[in-house]
């Protein structure tokens, strides 16, 4: 079972060059940084985990920046997005971005994705957001063009550009993977259809190995390989090593391949112990 972590970077925390240089000396195998670019102040959608939205989403680091700076410091260390918000973003501007970050980290990058569940962040940034999905599909393909093409064009309703030239290329010719986290009723049928991975959170091991036949299902209808796909679960697993072991194992039963252990804040002064108090409990 790969090993990752999910960590927000703030004004507060580790830095992510130091951390993610720790991380990977300590055998995890991949860093994970979310994102919310804005956080209005007075929004009416409710917090999905109830309550008010905690303070720490308004202080979300940029990503690309973190992971640069984690690239920068760790030769083998994954990169990912945990989520990147994709329809908050310009396509051809956020292409560029992880074609970027993907060619001098040598094919590290793995790009995690959302639609987003904040209404009010969203159409401040120019989401369609009764559609947002619909959009976030047509920006990954767009992107994936851009990727793979020397000249891409592209013709959709939420992004249309005539032949142009975005250099580097990622290291890898079609790009880094592209995994859907999200759980709403149509993210199997996604995943499917286009995706190249699966992250859900807060999930056990039952549930994967329900929602795994429901995927394993739609890959067949949709014509795909369910086995290149990258199942990965994020969250926490309580108790002491024996018993985040025997965890970790009913998830590789049921075809998870990989388990990103969200953290709190992890502070400049004691963001090594912490680590590696973690890597005694889930590494290896």
């Not at 260390?77 to 329809?87: C, D, E, M, S, V």
């Not at 091991?205 to 795994?212: F, I």
Request: charged share 20%; aromatic share 10%; with cysteine.
């Amino acid at each position: 079972m790969k090993i990752g972590l999910l960590m927000v970077f703030h004004e507060a925390t580790a830095r992510p060059g130091e951390f993610a240089q720790a991380a990977e000396e300590l055998g995890f195998e991949s860093l994970w940084v979310p994102e919310h670019p804005i956080m209005p102040v007075n929004p009416k959608t409710p917090f999905p985990q109830g309550g008010p939205i905690p303070d720490v989403y308004s202080h979300m680091s940029d990503q690309f920046i973190c992971l640069a700076m984690a690239a920068a410091t760790t030769r083998r260390l994954k990169l990912a997005t945990g989520i990147t918000l994709t329809p908050e973003h310009n396509p051809i501007v956020a292409a560029k971005q992880i074609a970027t970050l993907d060619h001098f980290s040598g094919g590290r990058v793995i790009y995690g994705i959302g639609a987003g569940w904040l209404r009010e962040e969203s159409e401040i940034l120019g989401v369609d957001f009764p559609r947002r999905w619909s959009q976030t599909a047509e920006y990954v393909a767009a992107m994936r063009a851009l990727w793979s093409q020397p000249e891409a064009s592209f013709e959709g309703k939420y992004v249309k550009f005539p032949p142009v030239r975005s250099y580097p290329k990622p290291a890898r010719p079609n790009g880094p993977p592209v995994l859907l986290g999200s759980r709403d009723r149509n993210a199997l049928k996604r995943v499917a259809q286009w995706g190249d991975g699966w992250f859900p959170n807060r999930v056990t091991p039952d549930e994967m190995q329900r929602d795994l036949a429901v995927l394993r299902e739609e890959c067949r209808a949709a014509g795909r390989d369910f086995g290149a796909l990258d199942i990965t679960v994020m969250g926490g697993i309580a108790g002491e090593r024996a018993a985040i072991q025997a965890e970790l194992g009913r998830f590789a039963e049921t075809g998870v391949g990989r388990f990103v252990v969200a953290l709190g804040a992890f502070g400049p002064g004691d963001y090594r112990a912490r680590l590696e108090k973690h890597a005694s409990l889930y590494v290896g």
